[in-house]
Nanobody, 118 residues
Framework: QVQLVESGGGLVEPGGSLRLSCAAS????????MTWYRQVPGKEREWVAT????????RYADSVKGRFTISRDNAKFTVYLQMNSLKPEDTAVYYC???????????WGQGTQVTVSS
């Protein structure tokens, strides 16, 4: 069955780094556009970054541009989010999402908690 499993979250001090991973299975990962979102309790889910199926043209929300990097390894069926210079306002549950060609499918992971605090 389809699975997207996020990992790598945790507690980090301001200015620190984390790398999130999202491991995919059960669908054609190499044809999916992959996106990271985040959500704080009581707020809408916020778009963070998107990467095309071939890894080209990554796009970022202004709030993370220059600090976060999205990448993917199609051979490992995994998308990553390298987060540097973390700020307390980056605290959220981070989710990955897979969207198929022509919006054929739309899958979400279960999320991983990132907490930035001293």
């Amino acid at each position: 069955q389809v699975q997207l499993v996020e990992s790598g979250g945790g507690l980090v001090e301001p200015g620190g780094s984390l790398r999130l991973s999202c491991a995919a299975s059960g669908f054609s990962f190499s044809t999916a556009t992959m996106t990271w979102y985040r959500q704080v309790p009581g707020k809408e889910r916020e778009w963070v970054a998107t990467i095309a199926r071939d890894g080209a043209s990554p796009r970022y929300a202004d709030s993370v541009k220059g600090r976060f990097t999205i990448s993917r390894d199609n051979a490992k069926f995994t998308v990553y989010l390298q987060m540097n210079s973390l700020k307390p306002e980056d605290t959220a549950v981070y989710y990955c999402k897979a969207v198929g060609p022509l919006l054929k499918y739309n899958y979400w992971g279960q999320g991983t908690q990132v907490t930035v605090s001293s």
